[in-house]
């Protein structure tokens, strides 16, 4: 039970503990990738079916969309040395993408449009092209052809699996700092660690020590013996 409680401790080069935890490589993150997609192509949804002028919806949108993106960036930055945090601004991107999926949403509804799910002759296809494909690059020559029900719905389904992607990282997380604690644990686990190092340097050298003078002794008293011969 106490090792599933203590910190995994990372290392530097020298072999030195480190308190920090493993950096997250956030662009690797696929909940991460699909988010820049929801941006990118919000701004191309705004831009083409969304007035330019005197229309809040635009920025709010747009900006709903930047803040999931830059919270993640953030909040796994801050991870590596705050879980509290990343967490925290964790869920920020999390109710930053429900604001975009209401706002999609309510585009649908406003429209007259289908929102497309469950046995939707269309649902299928576009939610298996969504699980496959997590770069914007996939989307971009896409986005010119497809009208605004096809983008809506994209849309919709995009934000959906991104809030599922990062319900799951937000429990992960949270049950990391349960069982292994924020920081200060941390800290206190890596010059625990860093002390236990170091007492077993000591006593390595000190056995060398000891068997050098033996050996010296050895040598010694070989010199000695054949000194009298």
């Keep these: 039970?106490?090792?599933?409680?203590?910190?995994?401790?990372?290392?530097?080069?020298?072999?030195?503990?480190?308190?920090?935890?493993?950096?997250?490589?956030?662009?690797?993150?696929?909940?991460?990738?699909?988010?820049?997609?929801?941006?990118?192509?919000?701004?191309?949804?705004?831009?083409?079916?969304?007035?330019?002028?005197?229309?809040?919806?635009?920025?709010?949108?747009?900006?709903?969309?930047?803040?999931?993106?830059?919270?993640?960036?953030?909040?796994?930055?801050?991870?590596?040395?705050?879980?509290?945090?990343?967490?925290?601004?964790?869920?920020?991107?999390?109710?930053?993408?429900?604001?975009?999926?209401?706002?999609?949403?309510?585009y649908i509804k406003r429209k007259g449009y289908t929102e497309w799910y469950g046995t939707h002759p269309r649902y299928k296809a576009m939610l298996d092209f969504c699980r496959a494909h997590s770069k914007f690059e996939d989307y971009k020559e896409l986005l010119p052809k497809m009208n605004d029900e096809e983008m809506a719905n994209m849309a919709i389904c995009l934000c959906h699996q991104v809030d599922a992607a990062l319900n799951k990282y937000i429990e992960r997380k949270d049950r990391e700092f349960t069982t292994e604690g924020g920081v200060r644990e941390r800290m206190t686990a890596a010059r625990l660690e860093q002390r236990a190092t170091q007492r077993e340097i000591i006593e390595q050298q000190a056995r060398e020590i000891a068997a050098l003078k033996q050996e010296i002794a050895r040598l010694k008293a070989l010199l000695d013996e054949k000194g009298r011969t």
């Design 1 to 106: 039970m106490e090792d599933k409680m203590k910190p995994r401790i990372s290392h530097y080069e020298d072999g030195t503990a480190s308190s920090l935890r493993r950096r997250t490589i956030y662009t690797e993150l696929r909940f991460y990738q699909r988010s820049d997609v929801l941006y990118q192509l919000t701004q191309v949804f705004c831009q083409r079916f969304l007035k330019h002028y005197g229309d809040r919806t635009v920025d709010q949108m747009v900006q709903a969309a930047r803040s999931c993106k830059q919270n993640i960036v953030e909040g796994s930055s801050d991870g590596e040395t705050s879980v509290e945090s990343e967490l925290k601004l964790l869920g920020f991107a999390r109710g930053s993408n429900k604001e975009l999926l209401e706002d999609y949403q309510d």
